[in-house]
């Protein structure tokens, strides 16, 4: 996914504040999640518990590299 703010957005003096400015300050990261995929979630705990999930999940069906190379 391409970051759409261009490079010259300065956004570590604004001032003022909105309802997630002291958690782009700390340096959280926000997505915005698409309707269909945010009904599925009640909260941020629950899609950060389904991405680590996904993540072990992804890290199980990876082949070990070097396991590979030895049988070549």
Known sequence: MD???RPEYD???MKGGGKYVERYRS???LV?????????F???V?????????????QRKQ???KLV????
């Open 63 to 65: 082949p070990d590299i």
């Open 69 to 72: 190379q030895q049988m070549k």
């Open 3 to 5: 970051d759409e703010l």
């Open 46 to 58: 629950a899609v950060n518990e389904a991405l680590r999930l996904l993540i072990q999940i992804a």
């Open 11 to 13: 956004f570590t003096q």
């Open 27 to 29: 340096g959280t990261n």
């Open 32 to 40: 915005l999640l698409d309707p269909d995929v945010a009904q599925a």
């Open 42 to 44: 009640p909260n941020d």
